[in-house]
């Protein structure tokens, strides 16, 4: 089945600095790439997707990057602030003839410190 | 619109016990994912429902099965419960299962369920 890398599993950054996520996978025909944020106790909240027809996508501090050929994608969080802090998971599509499923990366968990 | 919400939020339950599990979705979504989130494996698919068919199930032993009803809401069922079933389960609805080009799911609060 599909398989979802992702790095760093820990992340400390200042208040202010960037804060970047990677993620691989493996199946080609994943097509749709979401990333949740997901705070302590809370469930998981979409933050950013992507397509695969797309390369980048922005929502003001946060963007996703996708490099279908090498089967990577990252999200990117700029200006960060204390209350990014939380784990972060990217997903894949697993597509199958009949429905989908969403396979999860391990999470990142992110700490932004004043 | 309401999101998603999951019942009971809490349960205890002992080894060899069986559990069910209540999803319902946001008014309009028709399909409905279930997933095991643990410390140790992250989230983990279970299976996906839409039109009260199963489409897609995860690498779970036959003890996870599921169901879904003519409204969208959705069961889980857990039998003879081990100690490695002790996990948050969280339920997901998107708008249009069917469609390739809607994904989104949105999560519900999950519920606790502890094993002893």
């Known amino acids: 089945g599909e398989n979802v890398e992702q790095h760093p599993s820990t992340l400390s950054v200042q208040e202010g600095d960037s804060a970047v996520i990677k993620c691989t996978y493996s199946?080609?025909?994943?097509?749709?790439f979401p990333w949740y944020k997901q705070e302590l106790g809370k469930r998981p909240q979409l933050i950013i997707d992507?397509?695969?027809?797309?390369g980048e996508k922005k929502d003001q501090r946060i963007a996703v990057t996708l490099n279908k050929t090498a089967k990577h994608f990252s999200l990117h969080i700029t200006e960060t602030q204390p209350e990014d802090s939380a784990v972060y998971f990217c997903?894949?599509?697993?597509?199958?003839?009949?429905?989908?499923?969403?396979?999860f990366g391990k999470g990142t968990s992110l700490l932004v410190t004043p | 619109k309401a999101g998603v919400t999951q019942t009971p939020r809490y349960l205890i339950k002992t080894r060899g016990q069986q559990v069910t599990l209540s999803c319902s979705p946001i008014?309009?979504?028709?399909?409905v994912s279930w997933y095991q989130q643990t410390p140790g494996q992250g989230l983990q698919f279970l299976f996906e429902?839409?039109?009260?068919?199963?489409?897609n199930k995860g690498n779970f032993p036959g003890r996870f099965s599921g169901r879904q009803f003519s409204n969208s809401r959705s069961e889980m069922n857990v039998s003879t419960l081990e100690l490695g079933d002790s996990a948050l389960y969280l339920c997901?609805?998107?708008?249009?299962?069917?469609?390739?080009?809607?994904?989104?799911?949105?999560f519900g609060p999950g519920t606790r369920l502890t094993v002893t």
């Open positions: 997903a894949a599509t697993q597509n199958s003839n009949s429905g989908y499923a969403l396979n």
């Open positions: 997901a609805s998107s708008l249009v299962g069917g469609d390739r080009d809607r994904y989104e799911q949105y």
């Open positions: 199946d080609s025909a994943s097509n749709y």
């Open positions: 429902y839409f039109s009260e068919t199963q489409r």
């Open positions: 008014s309009g979504h028709r399909s």
């Open positions: 992507i397509r695969s027809n797309v």
